[in-house]
């Protein structure tokens, strides 16, 4: 593929099955966030990529703030939220709660006042790249490495409400000078790092 060029399908069979099997509230994801326990807080996406969190968690019910900086990248969201919202229900429902804002978080964030956000930068080139799906290498050729991310999540701590959620491979260590986390939950091949805001 080009280096200008990113394809998102969220009606796909191997979505369908990540959504209907991928552990509904009780995935670490949705933990992470704060959806269990009965809640379900307005959450802003603020790396969208290629949609697939916030289209996890738009399928357990929330209602998603997508934000993503690459004109090319949020231009195939939206296609892709276009085609979902004319698909069958398992689809639909969650693209229609999801809103798409093209534009750096560091900069929209501070006139949303968003209530939990959900931060997951460009993880570090992996050496064994096979390991790493075509469409995430497609947009690390196109997006490069989040250098800003430590600029990202100070902002979303400073403007969330309730909790600030980041997404990191188990294998890597923190960015530096991040404040402690409040708590870790651990997945298979990353740890949701969760920064409680009490404001
Ligand atoms: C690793 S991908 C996110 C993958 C996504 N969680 C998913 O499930 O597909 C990171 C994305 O965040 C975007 N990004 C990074 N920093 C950003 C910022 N400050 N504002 C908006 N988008 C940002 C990058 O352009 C990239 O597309």
């Given amino acids: 593929m080009s280096q200008q060029q990113i394809h998102i399908d969220f009606t796909s069979a191997a979505f369908r099955h990540r959504l209907k099997y991928g552990g509904e509230k009780g995935q670490a994801l949705a933990k992470a966030v704060g959806l269990n326990k009965g809640r379900t807080p307005a959450i802003v996406d603020a790396t ?31 296609k892709a ?15 229609k709660r999801i809103k798409l ?6 900069e929209v964030l501070s006139n949303i006042s968003p209530q939990v956000v959900y931060i997951d930068p460009m993880h570090p080139a992996r050496k064994k ?10 947009l690390r050729e196109i997006v490069g490495d989040d250098d800003d991310k430590q600029n990202l999540i100070l902002a979303a701590l400073q403007f969330a409400s ?3 959620v980041l997404k990191w491979p188990k294998a890597a260590s923190l960015p530096n000078d991040l404040a402690k986390p409040s708590y870790e939950i651990s997945g298979k091949t ?10």
């Fill in 48 to 78: 969208a990529g290629l949609g697939r969190d916030g289209f996890i968690l738009a399928h357990l019910g929330a209602k998603i703030t997508m934000i993503e900086r690459i004109p090319i990248v949020a231009t195939a969201i939206q």
């Fill in 81 to 95: 939220l276009q085609v979902a919202r004319k698909a069958e229900p398992i689809f639909a429902e969650p693209a």
């Fill in 101 to 106: 804002i093209t534009g750096d978080a560091i």
């Fill in 129 to 138: 790249s096979a390991l790493v799906k075509q469409n995430m290498r497609d």
């Fill in 162 to 164: 309730q909790r600030v």
């Fill in 190 to 199: 990353t740890i949701y790092y969760v920064f409680i805001c009490s404001k």
